[in-house]
């Protein structure tokens, strides 16, 4: 289900559970994320969400059940694709992973210059999310977007 050594505490399992329940769609992994005050749910690879009025409601019930922001991000092997997913956004050119001196892995995401703001997002949430899948399924330290 989650990469070794993650452990899931009762309440992220209560939260991917009432997840599973409200949309059909079993999550993968859910990270509780205080700091942008959200919940980061990861589904399979080529799973996707369906929009319709069902699951909108859904979300909604779980953000108000909650009170945090709900996110849904496809799970990848290739830490690259986790990376342009959890970025979400088509100003990613290209992202290359590559190891410093002292040996810590980082990713390194080529953006559109007019495209580099909504990439990182408002007070670099949507780059966090990249950083904290990253480090959590590909030991990926930093993400640097230029």
């Given at each position: 289900?989650?990469?070794?050594?993650?452990?899931?505490?009762?309440n992220e399992l209560r939260l991917m559970?009432?997840?599973?329940t409200l949309t059909g769609i079993t999550p993968k992994d859910c990270i509780i994320d205080e700091r942008f005050n959200r919940l980061i749910f990861v589904i399979d690879e080529g799973i996707k969400v369906p929009h319709d009025k069902f699951v909108r409601e859904a979300l909604n019930y779980l953000r108000k059940k909650t009170n945090k922001g709900v996110e849904i991000v496809e799970y990848s092997e290739d830490p690259v694709q986790l990376i342009k997913n959890a970025l979400g956004h088509g100003g990613v050119l290209d992202v290359r992973i590559t190891r410093r001196n002292d040996g810590t892995k980082v990713g390194v995401v080529i953006a559109d210059p007019r495209e580099k703001g909504a990439i990182v997002g408002?007070?670099?949430?949507?780059?966090e999310r990249a950083r904290v899948l990253a480090r959590r399924y590909h030991d990926i330290e930093r993400i640097q977007v230029s």
């Open positions: 289900m989650v990469k070794d050594g993650i452990v899931l505490t009762e559970s009432l997840f599973s408002k007070q670099g949430r949507n780059a």
